[in-house]
């Protein structure tokens, strides 16, 4: 079983300043050693980018457009500009099969959109696909984001995803 890691919209607009998610420096403190032990591993490694809409905060080309982490070389980088990454990027689950990636763990922002449609997505495309419990985040959204975390937690469950806490991610 081959594991790859998908970092989900990891861009600073979602950690770096007023439009933050709340416990943004836990939150990349978390990502950051996800990733670190990802590329220790030498598993294959995405990252995901939102292209916003002019004036939105992750407008392509703006300060909150940028990753949080910088690719490596190798590590292959895919704009989305919808929720789900594979439907932005028709070949993506084809280059990821072809790298020997079986199992996808899934982990970013935002837990109701860009993680659930991508989770999904990669299901429909042959991976089995992991989600850390704690490394995916969101916003206050008409109910607490830990709810909201949880609620797609319970759903991602129902339909295929293993849900695991970090600690708990292996990749081998």
Known sequence: MGYGLMLVDV???MLDGETAIEGAAAFR???????????????????????????????PGTPGWEFVFRPL????????????TFE???ALADVLHAMGVSTLIVAGLQSEYCIRSTA?????????????????????DGEPAEDIRERI???????????????EVRFD
Not at 29 to 56: C, K, Y
Not at 155 to 167: F, K, Q, S, W
């Open 29 to 59: 403190e978390t990502m950051s050693g996800l990733l670190e032990r990802a590329r220790e591993a030498r598993i294959p490694i995405v990252h995901v980018q939102n292209d916003g809409r002019p004036g939105d905060p992750d407008e």
């Open 153 to 167: 937690e319970i759903e991602l469950t129902a339909e295929g995803v293993t849900v695991v806490d970090l600690v």
């Open 88 to 90: 932005s990027n028709p």
């Open 120 to 140: 999904l997505g990669a299901l429909e495309r042959g991976f089995e696909v992991i989600l850390p419990a704690d490394g995916h985040a969101t916003y206050d």
């Open 73 to 84: 070389p190798g590590e292959p980088v895919v704009r989305k500009d919808v929720a789900n």
């Open 11 to 13: 861009q600073r607009n």
